[in-house]
């Protein structure tokens, strides 16, 4: 057991639609990461929240959003869905301190879009 | 950018062999490397976590080891058995890129029975 729970495991939308991932983490681990990875491929960092605030943000248009809550729990919206949206969707939470901790990933949501 | 490259992108060897699995990394200014597994449609587990002042961590089977100049990381599995059988990641946290973690593509392991 990793400690982080994503919700839902599975998810089937249609082009256009919007869509929210959730993540919850365990105590202390004050800093979430949303990576998505498209099959084949390794995960690609979409941002990062730090006391619920966005502090790092990868190459993902603004479509992507999210929020980090004070019980440690997070979400990531996408709105306006693509096809390529598709992937596998994965929250990733650590203790701060950088460098001093480890991330532990939840086991992802899958989405595809049809 | 950091760029992180993963060397074979896929291994198949029989059960019982002792197999290594290399990284490497293009900005060696880095907070940590990290070793993940993954199985078919799963998410990641950490295997070792090697801070940047470390050269070696060690779990059961596995061993990872970290030369931070030269930009190479290593994981080496002893005594491989079919339960091994997965995709394995590493990723590096860098120091200009904050806390955020890049990822090469991963190497696809098949261990047979």
């Known amino acids: 057991e990793t400690g982080v729970t994503q919700s839902p495991t599975h998810l089937i939308k249609t082009r256009g639609q919007q869509v929210t991932l959730r993540c919850s983490s365990q105590s202390g681990h004050n800093t979430v990461s949303w990576y998505q990875q498209a099959l084949g491929q390794g995960p690609q960092f979409i941002f990062q929240y730090y006391r619920e605030e966005e502090n790092g943000r990868g190459n993902f248009p603004p479509r992507f959003s999210g929020l980090q809550f004070p019980n440690y729990s997070s979400e990531l919206n996408v709105n306006a869905l693509e096809l390529d949206d598709s992937a596998l969707y994965l929250c990733a939470t650590k203790r701060v301190g950088t460098g001093l901790y480890g991330y532990t990933f939840g086991s992802g949501t899958r989405l595809t879009v049809v | 950018k950091q760029e992180v490259t993963q060397i074979p992108a896929a291994l198949s060897v029989p059960e019982g062999e002792n197999l290594v699995l290399n990284c490497s990394f293009t900005?060696?200014?880095?907070?940590?490397l990290q070793w993940f597994r993954q199985d078919p449609g799963k998410g990641l587990t950490s295997l070792l976590l090697?801070?940047?002042?470390?050269r070696e961590q060690t779990s059961g089977r596995l061993n990872a080891s970290l030369d931070k100049s030269s930009g190479r990381s290593t994981l080496y599995i002893a005594a491989s058995q079919p339960g091994d059988s997965a995709t394995y990641l590493c990723a590096v946290m860098d120091e200009t890129s904050g806390s955020r973690l890049t990822f090469g593509e991963g190497t696809q392991l098949t261990v047979n029975p």
């Open positions: 090697i801070q940047s002042s470390q």
């Open positions: 900005d060696s200014a880095i907070y940590n």
